[in-house]
């Protein structure tokens, strides 16, 4: 859709942090062009968070914005969801630091959005277009086992892989391929939930994170199998890396046009990745032209019937 969008219609929910245990009133609300996802910590006299790269604060277990001291943490999992079903321009006003985790996925973030519905705007929609190939790489390149690798490349839709793997008999490699839209995400990709180990659960814990967390908001996992299934979908871990990944490039600012290739990489990577494409101007150009939309209708049936597969 050339058209920028915002939602219909006001829209809440609420729960705890999976971080910080912290309860958080969350209400989405339409707004105007040019707006973009800003964040509103309505607990601090409406103090405005844009969901921008250049607020990127601390990225290890979750994607925290930060702005002149102010936090707002674990941001993904609703920017994933606001970014792939093409709203452009929202108010997120929440009560406390850190977002509401609920079932650990995209899913209730997704259904608020259908309650929320779309409201078209006049003003054209501004998509940044890859032209040129841009990679970052982590890690000993002396190992390949160890690189985490991340990439994006000229396309005319907005894809991605992700690759992943984790030396666990419930996940080991797992790769997810997708043209995103709002079709494949809320199919695909949108009820996986986050993960972890229960061996990292003290360590973490020991450095105040994942202090909300419950069966009831991730899937965990001992050393050999899932102590809380069974799981939504056999390759739910690689589809929730996948929609982690959006939930970050979104944080551009605006649609892409391009494809991402990650490879094992995490939220440091991505947010890394989107601060070097918007730091070289000569990678990209911006448009206001959907170019992908001719060739949309046959694409998304491709796209929806199996865009996705599990490697092992
Ligand atoms: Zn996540």
Redesign the pocket.
Known sequence: MPFQTTIERPVETEGIGLHTAVHCRLRLVPAPADTGIVFRRVDLDNFEIEAHVHNVARVSYATSLMKKGVLLSTT??LLAALYSCGLDNVYVELDALELPILDGSSQPFVEMLAQAGVRKLRRRRRYLKVLRPLEVTDGDSGKPGQVRRIGIYPADEFRVRCFVDYPHPCIGRQEVELAVNRQTFSHLLAPAR?FGFLKDEAPLRAVGLIRGVSYENAIVLNEDRVLNGPLRFADEFGR?KT??LIGDLALVGRPVLGEVRAHKAGHALHTQLVTRLLADPTLWTETSSDSAAAARPTRSAAAAAVPLHASE
């Open positions: 993904e999992h986050t929730h929609l982690d």
